[in-house]
């Protein structure tokens, strides 16, 4: 027996638009995919507004979607599928689930049953409440190893704060609410998934920024797809977040800056040689500074023109590049079971 709530739901269209869009990126969860879809629609029950469940299956190799698609006629449930032609990574993932998002809210939650439905009606009221763009789940009492995954993530978090200005007490945690309207200015690539704090605060101020501590369960079935070679990759991936966070549309003004400075370390080396070998008569030919300001001059030339370059395909990109960073194989939901 569907309830007002639930019949208002199924039949949400452009006069009735859909307010919360859940995205919940899946891989290889076949024995989770089920009791995470009933967790989720246990817990939006009394949600007052429209909401839908977006599901993305990455490329899994197990009986996740099949699992997953025995729910799209369920009553009371606005369900989609994406299935994704491989494993694209859960940053792309997430991105296809933006892209096919309708509602003026999105969430985003992990598929492993670890975050909590249970937390998005509070979080979306906060949201609101606090007039925010952007709100972050904080698994204040998180239930995972101490070595493999706390002492990392805390090393991690300290250093995305402190490099982007965003400070937030849990950057990994996927359970967040996003305003569509920003979230869908962002374009996520590589692995960004981990930094999209940082990448809102480059749209709006950090101030509309927020975090709100929520349930964090430990992991039921399957097993984690990170291990401790995750922090490598978070380093690296925090580099390419500083350069394009400060320089992603000037990186001419960062090659240039090296190759200035560089170059200007260059001319001071080889003034002091030229008065020590012209002036005060010393041999400077096999002197090692003659070689350092040679090849320093050479790195300000190579810099400053790596600088132009950059800006010449910087340009090119922001004018022609449109292209997702996913491939979309299907798209299932209860109108079009095999779209």
């Not at 899994?60 to 699992?67: E, K, P, R, W, Y």
């Not at 009371?76 to 940053?91: A, D, K, S």
Request: charged share 20%.
């Amino acid at each position: 027996m569907q309830t007002t709530a639930e019949s208002n739901r199924l039949h949400a269209n452009a006069a009735h638009p859909v307010e919360l869009s859940l995205v919940v990126p899946v891989f290889n969860e076949e024995d989770s995919v089920g009791p995470l879809i009933e967790r989720i629609t246990q817990s939006m029950a009394e949600f007052a507004g429209s909401w839908e469940l977006i599901l993305i299956d990455d490329g899994s190799t197990d009986a996740t979607l099949v699992n997953a698609r025995t729910y799209l006629q369920q009553d009371g449930l606005i369900l989609r599928i994406v299935e994704l032609q491989r494993n694209f990574g859960q940053t792309a993932a997430m991105q296809a689930g933006i892209d096919a998002a309708t509602g003026r809210l999105i969430a985003t939650m992990d598929g492993d049953l670890q975050n909590d439905p249970k937390d998005i009606p509070a979080m979306v009221a906060e949201l609101e409440r606090r007039d925010l763009d952007l709100l972050v789940g904080w698994r204040k009492d998180r239930q995972d190893g101490l070595l493999l995954r706390k002492i990392p993530s805390w090393c991690a978090n300290y250093l995305i704060g402190r490099t982007t200005g965003v400070k937030l007490h849990d950057y990994g945690c996927s359970l967040k609410i996003y305003r569509t309207a920003i979230i869908k200015q962002v374009k996520l690539m590589g692995e960004m998934h981990r930094f999209i704090p940082a990448w809102v605060a480059s749209v709006v101020p950090s101030s509309r920024i927020g975090e709100m501590a929520v349930t964090h369960h430990a992991r039921a079935h399957g097993k984690s797809k990170y291990g401790i070679s995750r922090t490598f990759r978070v380093i690296l991936d925090l580099l390419s977040v500083m350069f394009f966070m400060r320089y992603k549309a000037r990186p001419g003004h960062f090659f240039g800056s090296l190759g200035l400075g560089f170059g200007a370390l260059a001319m001071l080396i080889m003034a002091y040689l030229f008065v020590d070998k012209f002036i005060m008569g010393n041999d400077i030919g096999t002197r090692p500074m003659l070689m350092v300001g040679v090849v320093l001059l050479l790195a300000s030339v190579q810099m400053v023109t790596t600088g132009i370059l950059a800006e010449m395909i910087a340009r090119n990109y922001y004018r022609d590049d449109d292209s997702p960073n996913y491939i979309v194989r299907k798209i299932f939901d209860r109108d079009l079971p095999d779209a």
